[in-house]
């Protein structure tokens, strides 16, 4: 019998969890505000309602009889998941654990609590409180809405008139209007990121890469990830004792997760995210290529109550990395340029973007212009080419105004 699935935003990150589920021969529907966005095309059907409303998309739910609920990489869209699976009885994560993975004050405070190492940190709904705590933080201190992703409305701060800009920038940013002001995790080499999936309470698979950024954009956001990650085995056990430990607290029995930690010259093991998603389509697709693992496909079957058992852990099988092709200034999109040595390295492409279109500089995850999947021949190779990548490629612009 076909299964009917509600899928929570249809924008580019969620264009291959649709497909996947249109090629496996589920009933398609796609709903959010923005008739326009690309997953729509390959829906059974459409509704134009915000995925941020929760009782009207549980209204509409329980109208369509659905068999699963997917906000598939998108933590905006993760409590919705989970307050109307949890509200139909249909598979889910406790909407209480969501919440506390996807408000980074609750998160922050989580960890605190359960003796994870975490960094001093408070959140605030207006600058006045923030001054009257502020001689208790050590600058530099990092700034971010407590309900955004995407780096959107993160900032690092150095100085007092730094800091009332940046909170200003991620107050806006913020549809609670609530601001949590951290101090400053040094870490040591990269931060690691990456997915992975949990059945039936066990951390069945994951898959861990180093992230890249730019110098020459904000430094705060990831434009690659190469696989496999620079962890020693002693601390990749650790990792994987410290998020099961953390899945437990939170019965997160099933499904994906997205995560970012990293280490600093002390030892100290920080997360400093735990998203209760795929990490949007560029990760989980570029971890298929690494290891062979369809975590796509894992990810809207789990959501069904299909049986997942099968999913096993696999290491990545060579060198792979995802880049966020990006622009340096705004303009008009025209082309992408590639050089002869990068195009042998390409084994795929996502590049949604039509010409004429508004390109912005890179200063969030959103601004990218498209995606590519590589394969190199050796860890040297990689390291140089995804750190250089602006030799190897370039986003050609009409200037704006020209």
Known sequence: MQKRILFLGAGDDQVAAIKYANEAGHYIITCDYLPNNPGHAFADEYHNVNTTDKEAVLALAKELDIDGVLGFGSDVNAPTQAYVANALGLPSTPYASILTLTQKDLFRAFLKENDFYTPLSK?????????????????????????????????????????????????????????????????????????????????????WGDTIRSKKISALVPIGTTFPAKLSEKRAKYVKQEIERLLRLLNVTNGPFNIEFGFDAEGNFLIIDLGPRNGGSSIPLAIKYATGVDLIKYSVESTLGSDCTELEMKQPVGFFSEYRIHAFEE????????????????????????????????????????????????????????????????????????
């Open 123 to 207: 959140s605030f709904e207006n600058l006045s409180e923030l001054l009257l705590e502020l001689e208790s933080f050590t600058f530099p201190l990092m700034v971010k809405p407590v309900d955004s992703s995407g780096s959107n409305g993160v900032s690092k701060v150095s100085t007092y008139d730094e800091l009332k800009e940046a909170f200003d920038i991620a107050w806006g940013f913020s549809r609670t209007r609530k601001v949590i002001i951290e101090e400053c995790f040094q870490v040591e080499n990269h931060i690691v990121d990456g997915d992975g999936f949990v059945v039936d309470g066990e951390l069945r698979f994951f898959c």
């Open 331 to 402: 303009g008009v999109f025209s082309h992408i340029w590639y050089s002869e040595v990068i195009k042998k390295n390409i084994v795929d492409a996502f590049i949604p973007i039509q010409v004429g279109a508004r390109v912005e500089k890179m200063n969030r995850a959103a601004d990218r212009v498209g995606v590519i999947y590589l394969k190199f021949d050796s860890n040297d190779e990689m390291q140089e080419k995804m750190n250089n990548m602006d030799k190897y490629l370039k986003v050609v612009l009409e200037k704006v105004g020209k």
